[in-house]
C-alpha cells in the first residue's frame, strides 16, 4: 500500500465514531478505566519498589543487649560480632544515645519520655555489613551469642515489603487481566459494528482489487484511536491528581519515600498511550480476522 | 486468448454439480452472452471468474496464468483487471454518484486529480454526467445500473463479467444498457454477459455460451441456443 493513501483511510475512523458515537463512548470510557487503574497500580509499584530499595540498601544490624549484660560480656560480644563474616565497623551505642537517635527521629523529647516512663533501651552495638546481601546471615548469627536480647535490621521490612508488594502485583495483574479483555472485547465489539455498517463497501473495495492492508487500515486505526483516547482520559486524571495523593500521603506517613511525577511523568505516559494503542489495535484485529477474511 | 477453462466442475456443498466439466476458450476483445435456465450455471461461471469461488476441479487460466492458486497480491491484480456488474446493482446507499464512482479509484489507491479528472469523464459517458450529485435512491434502475457500470469500468478493466445487468430493467432501458455495453466493447474490453433475456441475445448476434444444467450445451455466433 502506497503512503500517500492514508489521506483516503484517514477520515474513515473519525465517520466511524460519529456513526456508533455511543459504542464508541462506552468503549474509550472502558478503556479509561482500565488505563486508570493500571496506571494507579504502575505508580503503586515504583513508590513501594522505592521504599524496598531504601531499606534494602540499608546495612545496619541493631544487636541489643541484654539487661543482665556485664562490661565484660560487652566487650567479648563485641569482638565475637567483629569476627563475623561480611562485618565492616561494629560501635558500640549506649542506652543515652539510643535515646537521643529515637528523638531526634521523632522529635519531642518530652512527650517521649513521658511516654516511656524511664529510657527503656539496652545498651546496643550497631553492625555494618559490607554488603546488604550479608544482613541476614550476620542478623542470625549475632541471635545466637550470649546476652543479646534482640537483633534488629531493615531486612524484615524489606521482606514484608516485598510480600505486599507481590500480593499487590498479583491482585493488580489479574484486575488489569480482566479489565484489559474486557476493552478489547468492547473495541471489537465497536469495530464490529464498523464492519457490519461498511458491509458494502468492503465488498466494493475487494471487487475491485483494494490491497488488504487498505481495507484494513481504516479498522486498526479506529480501534488505536479508541485505544488512545482512553489513554488521554486514563493519563489526565492521574497527572492531575498524583501529587495531591502524595501531599497527603506525605503528611500522614512521614517515615515513607515518594517518587515524585516529574520523574516518572514521562514513562508513565509513555506506557499508558501505548498500552491503550496496543490493547486498541488488538480489540480490531479480533473482528478483522473473523470479517475481513480474503 | 483472455480466458480458457479447462475441465472445470464445480459443486456447492453437496448435490448434484453446479457445472460440470467445462471446456471454453474465449479471445480477447470478444462479447460473450452465458445463457440458460435458472440454476444453469451461470452465476457459478461469472463467481468463478473473478474468483469469488474456485473450481473443485479443473484449471481457470485468466490472460494465460491459472487463477486456481493466487496469493493476495496476484488475487489483487487480478481483481483490478477484472470489472464486475450485478442485476441488483450493490451501490453504496449513503453515497453520491460521483462517490460511488470515485471509491472504485479510491480503493485501488489513484491519486485525488486523476479521479477528480476522470469520474465525470466516464459518467458522461455513461450519459448521466447531471446525477454525479444525486443518491443511488433518487435514480431510476437503468441510471443506477449506469452508475454500477461507471464504477466496474473506471480503473480500465481487460475484462467486464456482467451477471444479469438488464435483469431488473424494462426493454427499453435495457437497449440504452447493451449500447453503452457495445460501445465499451468497441473499445477493447472483453464482455462476458449472463442473462435471459433472449430479445437481447437474438438482436445483438454475438458468440453465445449456453448452459443446461451445469453443462455446457451450445456455443455458437448467432441467437438464442437453446
Ligand atoms: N451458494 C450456493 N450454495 C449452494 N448451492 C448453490 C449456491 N449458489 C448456487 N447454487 C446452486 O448451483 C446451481 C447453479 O446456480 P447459479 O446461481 O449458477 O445459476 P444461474 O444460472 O445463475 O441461475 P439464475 O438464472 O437463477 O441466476 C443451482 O442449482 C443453485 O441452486
Ligand atoms: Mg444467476
Redesign the interface.
Same mark, same amino acid.
Given at each position: &500500500?502506497?503512503a500517500?493513501?492514508f489521506?483516503?483511510i484517514f477520515p474513515e475512523p473519525f465517520n466511524s465514531l460519529k456513526r456508533n458515537s455511543w459504542m464508541s463512548v462506552a468503549a474509550i470510557v472502558t478503556m479509561a478505566i482500565t488505563l486508570l487503574l493500571c496506571g494507579v497500580f504502575w505508580l503503586l509499584v515504583m513508590n513501594i519498589n522505592a521504599n524496598a530499595t531504601m531499606m534494602e540498601s540499608q546495612v545496619e544490624v541493631k544487636v541489643f543487649l541484654a539487661d543482665d549484660a556485664t562490661e565484660a560480656d560487652s566487650i567479648s560480644l563485641k569482638t565475637n560480632l567483629e569476627s563475623l563474616a561480611g562485618v565492616a565497623s561494629v560501635t558500640f551505642v549506649s542506652k543515652e544515645e539510643g535515646l537521643d537517635t529515637l528523638i531526634a527521629r521523632f522529635g519531642d523529647k518530652d512527650r517521649i519520655l513521658a511516654a516511656l516512663g524511664s529510657n527503656p533501651l539496652p545498651d546496643s552495638y550497631t553492625v555494618t555489613a559490607t554488603e546488604p546481601e550479608d544482613v541476614v546471615q550476620i542478623a542470625e548469627a549475632a541471635e545466637t551469642m550470649d546476652k543479646v536480647q534482640a537483633v534488629r535490621y531493615g531486612q524484615g521490612t524489606v521482606e514484608n515489603l516485598f510480600a505486599t508488594l507481590n500480593w499487590i502485583r498479583t491482585i493488580g495483574v489479574g484486575i488489569m487481566v480482566l479489565l484489559s479483555v474486557s476493552a478489547v472485547l468492547l473495541i471489537s465489539m465497536t469495530i464490529r459494528m464498523t464492519v457490519i455498517a461498511r458491509r +458494502? +463497501?468492503i465488498? %466494493? &473495495?475487494?471487487? %475491485?482489487?483494494?490491497?488488504?492492508w #487498505?481495507i484494513r487500515w481504516p479498522f486498526l486505526l479506529e480501534g488505536m484511536f479508541i485505544g488512545f483516547l482512553g489513554a488521554l482520559i486514563a493519563l489526565a486524571i492521574v497527572l492531575f491528581s498524583y501529587d495531591k495523593l502524595i501531599d497527603y500521603m506525605v503528611q500522614n506517613l512521614i517515615f515513607l519515600t515518594y517518587i515524585s511525577l516529574k520523574d516518572v511523568i514521562f514513562q508513565t505516559s509513555a506506557v499508558m498511550l501505548f498500552g491503550g494503542i496496543v490493547l486498541g489495535a488488538l480489540g480490531s484485529i479480533i473482528p478483522m480476522r473473523r470479517f475481513l477474511k480474503? | 486468448m483472455i480466458i480458457q477453462m479447462t475441465n472445470v466442475c464445480k459443486k456447492y456443498e453437496k448435490g448434484k454439480a453446479a457445472l460440470n466439466d467445462i471446456n471454453i476458450e474465449i479471445q480477447k476483445g470478444e462479447f460473450i452472452f452465458l445463457t440458460g435456465q435458472s440454476g444453469a450455471g451461470k452465476s457459478t461461471m461469472i463467481k468463478l471468474l #473473478?474468483r469469488e469461488i474456485l473450481p473443485d476441479e479443473g484449471q481457470i487460466f485468466v490472460a494465460n496464468r491459472s487463477i486456481n492458486r493466487l496469493n493476495? =497480491?496476484e %488475487? %489483487?491484480?487480478?481483481?483490478?483487471?477484472?470489472? =464486475?456488474v450485478f442485476q441488483d446493482f450493490?451501490l &453504496? +446507499?449513503t453515497k453520491t454518484v460521483f462517490e460511488n464512482v470515485a #471509491?472504485?479509484m479510491?480503493?485501488?489507491?489513484e491519486?485525488?486529480f486523476l479521479i477528480k479528472r476522470r469520474v465525470p469523464e466516464v459518467l458522461e459517458k455513461m450519459g448521466i454526467g447531471d446525477k454525479a450529485d444525486s443518491f443511488p435512491r433518487q435514480l431510476s434502475g437503468g441510471e443506477q445500473q449506469r452508475v454500477a457500470l461507471a464504477?466496474a469500468v473506471i480503473?480500465r478493466p481487460m475484462i467486464i463479467l456482467a451477471d444479469e445487468p438488464t435483469g431488473n430493467l424494462d426493454p427499453d432501458t435495457s437497449d440504452d444498457l447493451m449500447n453503452i455495453f457495445s460501445q465499451i466493447n468497441a473499445e477493447g474490453t472483453t464482455i462476458i454477459m449472463a442473462t435471459h433475456d433472449k430479445r437481447i441475445v437474438n438482436e445483438k448476434r454475438k458468440r453465445v455460451l449456453a448452459l443446461k444444467g451445469g453443462e455446457l450445451v451450445g456455443d455458437a455466433v448467432g441467437g438464442w441456443l437453446l
Open positions: &500500500m502506497k500517500s493513501s489521506r483516503y +458494502e +463497501e465488498r %466494493v &473495495m475487494k471487487y %475491485v482489487g483494494a490491497s488488504n #487498505f480474503a | #473473478f493476495n =497480491v %488475487v %489483487v491484480r487480478l481483481r483490478r483487471n477484472t470489472g =464486475v450493490r &453504496m +446507499e #471509491f472504485a479510491k480503493a485501488i489507491e491519486p485525488w464504477r480503473n
